[in-house]
């Protein structure tokens, strides 16, 4: 058993090692985060606006409930970071042809033009973490988390782009 300096507590080895993991799962997010959101800020993006921008170029078009069910980076409804993204004009709306209250969103030609920076700052992001973690040891990361999301909302989402 040890004892957290800071309040005083007993934990078990275990409990200790499930706070470690919550709290380095939060700091690798947070550090992942803040190199994507510095290598999209040359191109007036967000993490969250290019991971849309992403599921649009595969899935398009999508309303944007569709949109909701494999984004990760926004709980509940994209409309606030789809709406900057249709004033910046890398995204359409469209009314559907069956249903004309259906509005479908597209890539416009502005939000093609992003993608291959958005690769690039991707690749960069995946280089980064494939020099600290050896492809065995991502394996096994992968596994892990997956166990930690699995049957969340955020995990279904993580599936549905990326499979199982």
Not at 33 to 56: F, S, W
Not at 98 to 111: A, F, I, K, M, S
Not at 141 to 157: F, N, Y
């Amino acid at each position: 058993m040890s004892v957290d300096t800071a309040s005083g507590h007993a934990e078990t080895r275990e409990a200790s090692q499930a706070n470690q993991v919550r709290y380095l799962i939060l700091a690798a997010q947070r550090e992942g985060n803040r190199q994507l959101a510095q290598n999209l800020r040359p191109h007036g993006l967000t993490p969250a606006q290019a991971e849309i921008l992403v599921v649009l170029s595969t899935r398009e078009p999508l309303t944007l409930a569709e949109l909701g069910r494999f984004i990760v980076c926004e709980s509940g409804s994209p409309s606030r970071i789809v709406d900057a993204l249709v004033r910046r004009g890398a995204v359409s709306r469209a009314p559907g042809l069956v249903d004309r209250r259906v509005v479908h969103l597209h890539l416009t030609t502005e939000g093609r033009e992003l993608l291959a920076a958005i690769r690039d700052v991707d690749s960069a992001v995946a280089g980064a973490i494939a020099d600290r973690i050896n492809p065995d040891q991502l394996q096994v990361l992968v596994t892990a988390l997956r166990g930690l999301v699995d049957g969340t909302d955020a995990g279904a989402k993580v599936t549905r782009r990326f499979g199982s």
